[in-house]
Nanobody, 124 residues
Framework: VQLQASGGGLVQPGGSLTLSCVAS????????IGWFRQAPGKERVGVSC????????YYEDSVKGRFTISGDNAENTVKLLMNSLKPEDTATYYC??????????????????WGQGTLVTVSS
């Protein structure tokens, strides 16, 4: 099952966006779901994750206090609310299954097929 991200767009600095993650062709089904981002010319990095069973969440330092991850098991989605956006948040955002606890997030298995991602551009 591939996870698909949506909800990106162009927003001014200080603005907000909410990204959504859904499973293509099935249910999320994974305990840990992570949000990753890849800025132009840079590697893909983890931003936040949620353990859907324990409800524990993790945030990378640069987004703490600004981003909020949530999981709605009934709607089978995971969302990322992004507030106080900065130009350096500009990137393509992806969601994927990932080990997750309050201190760290992992990465998907090597054979995971990444979705297309959703582009977030923060610019005035």
């Amino acid at each position: 099952v591939q996870l698909q991200a949506s909800g990106g767009g162009l927003v001014q600095p200080g603005g907000s966006l909410t990204l959504s993650c859904v499973a293509s062709g099935g249910t999320l089904g994974y305990y840990g779901i992570g949000w990753f981002r890849q800025a132009p010319g840079k590697e893909r990095v983890g931003v936040s994750c949620i353990n859907r069973a324990s409800r524990m969440t993790y945030y990378e330092d640069s987004v703490k206090g600004r981003f909020t991850i949530s999981g709605d098991n009934a709607e089978n989605t995971v969302k990322l609310l992004m507030n106080s956006l900065k130009p350096e948040d500009t990137a393509t955002y992806y969601c994927a299954p990932a080990p997750c606890d309050v201190q760290a997030m992992g990465v998907p298995r090597d054979d995971y097929s990444w979705g297309q991602g959703t582009l977030v551009t923060v610019s005035s």
